[in-house]
């Protein structure tokens, strides 16, 4: 197991299937009443350039679980001191860091500089957390055997779909993207997922096509933190992208309804959808505290 939790692409397909398997049992005992004090005494950092609810909750709540603190830093890396520089001093007092940034290469410096292990939160790249969170929601859902599933991420090929690409290339996954002209994902990462998928990815502007046979069915915002003065413009692309009913109908019947929150209701998705019995939005966001807890205690307990 690597030292650090940057990207799915450095861990093994049993690696993240021990990941999901702790983060299920973690659950289950939290369900149970089981305290599990496995990082006790240990002080995770918690960097953040982004405002959060779900992270900075799940992070602080995961910890203060597994019988550790959490220390809360708002902070924009590389403007008081260099981001090498916050790292080794971070390294002497912490015995983790979390980082939600906007730079991928900051994570990166991070965990190049400080001894001690280092968390992707969240970067203009990828978003780890969410998926493997995402993943065991899928595993409660439908089962283990993900080469059987075929997921469709509508809207724009950002972090997140990069993140799924990964998990694709190391779980068999079916991965469709479907987007305007335009906002496919980033070259580099979808050449080297589909070289190492082990099932299919694909990229299509066809809404049907991307749909067809979906298992799940999976949207983001059109506009992400950083990216505000694109919303207006970012609004009209992507408005036939919108699920709905209708668009979730080209799905399967009974396909389940994925978001990452938070969700610009009246935009990328309807309160029919999001709503809706198919809708499974808030156990991923339940689950996001049981697979960092996961991370966590996997990387801190040494």
């Not at 900075?56 to 890396?77: S, Y």
């Not at 900051?106 to 992707?120: K, M, R, T, Y």
């Not at 779980?171 to 469709?176: G, K, M, Q, V």
Request: charged share 25%; net charge negative; hydrophobic share 45%.
């Amino acid at each position: 197991m690597v030292g650090d939790f940057i990207s799915l692409l450095d861990f093994s397909p049993d690696e993240i299937v021990g990941l999901l398997d702790f983060a299920e049992l973690l659950k289950r005992q939290h369900k149970e009443g089981i305290q599990h004090h496995l990082l006790e005494g240990k002080v995770l950092a918690m960097i953040f350039e982004k405002p959060s609810l779900r992270t900075r909750l799940t992070f602080q709540i995961g910890m203060f679980q597994l019988g550790g603190h959490a220390v809360l830093i708002d902070t924009q890396l590389g403007q008081r001191e260099s981001v090498p520089d916050v790292a080794r001093n971070l390294e002497r007092w912490v015995d983790g860091i979390m980082a939600r940034t906007y730079r991928h290469e900051h994570v990166l410096q991070l965990a190049e500089h400080a001894s001690v292990p280092v968390i992707n939160a969240l970067t203009d790249k990828l978003h780890p957390c969410q998926i493997l969170a995402d993943a065991q929601v899928l595993r409660e859902h439908r089962g283990g055997d993900f080469s059987s599933l075929k997921l469709a991420f509508v809207g724009d090929g950002n972090n997140v779909f990069h993140s799924w690409a990964e998990f694709a290339a190391r779980l068999p996954l079916n991965l469709s993207l479907v987007c305007p002209p335009g906002y496919e994902p980033d070259p580099q990462i979808l050449a080297q997922t589909r070289a190492e998928a082990r099932g299919t990815i694909e990229v299509t502007h066809d809404i049907e096509t991307g749909l067809k046979d979906a298992d799940a069915v999976y949207t983001d915002v059109w506009a992400s933190m950083g990216q505000e003065e694109e919303a207006a413009a970012r609004e009209k692309i992507f408005s036939p992208y919108q699920v709905n009913a209708a668009m979730m109908a080209l799905a399967r019947r009974d396909a389940l309804f994925m978001h990452c929150l938070p969700a610009h209701r009246g935009s990328e998705v309807t309160d029919e959808v999001i709503d809706s019995p198919h809708s499974i939005v808030f156990d991923q966001a339940e689950n996001r505290l049981h697979a960092q807890k996961a991370v966590l205690a996997t990387l801190m307990r040494g």
